[in-house]
């Protein structure tokens, strides 16, 4: 899986290298069992702080997507189990969608299509985790 992020983004880098590790397990780009970059050398590669890519993988264990093990390093660990905060998160995106104003039934459509694609993306997962160079 080829990992970006974007320095100059709006989003916090925390998020967006979080935001990437779930797409590649909802893609099957990265699979259970699967040996995340250790938190240093990631940091590294990215010229970041460590800090910055330990509070991903934090927020991914807390999430049930992760484990962290010691002198192992993060390694994908699904749980079929959504987090506390899902319905939340949810919930605030659906109420951004009626705010604009959006009918139901094209967030229902929106919904379906994301999904069809996440579907689609999953059939033809790899199971690669680079740097973009």
């Given amino acids: 899986m080829l990992l970006l992020i974007e320095m100059d983004s709006a989003k916090p880098l925390y998020q967006q290298?979080?935001?990437?590790?779930?797409?590649?397990?909802?893609?099957?780009?990265?699979?259970?069992?699967?040996?995340l970059p250790p938190i240093r050398q990631l940091a590294a590669d990215f010229g970041i702080n460590l800090h910055t890519v330990n509070k991903a993988y934090e927020l991914l264990q807390q999430e049930g997507l992760i484990?962290?093990?010691?002198?192992?390093?993060?390694?994908?660990?699904?749980?079929?189990?959504l987090p506390e905060a899902w319905d939340d998160?949810?919930?605030?995106?659906?109420?951004?969608?009626v705010a604009h104003q959006i009918p139901s039934a094209d967030i229902m459509e929106r919904c379906r299509t994301l999904l069809a694609e996440l579907?689609?993306?999953?059939?033809?997962?790899t199971h690669v985790f680079e740097k973009d160079e």
Avoid: C, F, H, M
């Avoid at 779930?22 to 040996?35: C, D, F, K, M």
């Fill in 17 to 35: 290298i979080r935001d990437q590790i779930v797409r590649g397990i909802a893609s099957g780009q990265l699979q259970a069992g699967s040996n």
């Fill in 67 to 81: 484990e962290l093990k010691p002198k192992i390093g993060a390694v994908i660990k699904i749980q079929p189990t």
């Fill in 89 to 97: 998160n949810l919930s605030n995106l659906l109420a951004e969608a």
């Fill in 119 to 125: 579907v689609k993306q999953r059939a033809y997962g």
